[in-house]
């Protein structure tokens, strides 16, 4: 449980009580109960909380140990969640019937870094195995890089940005051409028709 009884840093990982999400001491939703500092993801949360505080009395960190019911999981499957509704779960990818979020995989272990080798005299030279530099020969350095992961909103978003672009520039000429210099127009079509 998302519980401070003794001062912390504000980067320390909590849990929410009622949801099971990760939460920070910097978090604007909390709430003392019974000598003890609790932390919220979001208001409605705190509320549920503030209403049935006895309700999320269980074990000692619950929700970080089982963010998720997993009596019907199967091992080696990854499944997908909703971060807000963790209840929500599914074997393929797509978004929460509940909020629309896009679902993120659980389960699945992913690695937050890798390592690269580098020249320290030639940055450039970066391979993914340590050797020596094609230049100068000096030993190449490891460095720790952290993992891109792939962000399908952020695929989807850029998709829609560049169509949306596309379809933007004939009207923003036709708009400039008739302000600017309308003559370039064909005498067939009206500023009516123009707009």
């Known amino acids: 449980m998302a519980i401070i009884t003794e001062p912390a840093s504000s980067e320390q990982k909590l849990s929410d009580p009622v949801c099971g999400m990760s939460v920070t001491k ?4 909390h709430y003392e109960f019974k000598d003890a500092e609790y932390y919220f993801c979001s208001s409605a949360c705190e509320k549920k909380f503030i209403v049935e505080p006895e309700k999320y009395f269980q074990t000692e960190n619950y929700h970080a140990a089982n963010p998720l019911p997993v009596e019907n999981f199967e ?4 499944y997908y ?7 929500i779960r599914q074997k393929e990818s797509g978004t929460c019937p509940k909020c629309g979020m896009t679902l993120e995989a659980i389960n699945e272990p992913v690695a937050a870094t890798h390592t690269e080798y580098t020249c320290p005299m030639h940055p450039e030279i970066i391979q993914d195995h340590p050797g020596n530099c094609p230049k ?3 030993a190449l350095e490891a460095i720790t890089v952290a993992t891109e992961e792939k962000n399908e909103e952020l695929l989807d978003m850029t998709r829609r940005f560049k169509l949306s672009a596309i379809l933007a520039i004939p009207v923003f000429i036709l708009a400039m051409i008739a302000d600017l210099a309308p003559s370039m127009l ?6 009516q028709a123009v707009q």
Not at 81 to 87: A, D, T, Y
């Open 81 to 87: 969640s909703c971060p807000m509704h963790p209840e």
């Open 26 to 29: 910097d978090s604007k939703h």
């Open 136 to 138: 100068c020969g000096m």
């Open 186 to 191: 064909p005498n067939g079509l009206s500023m």
């Open 75 to 78: 091992v080696g499957t990854t």
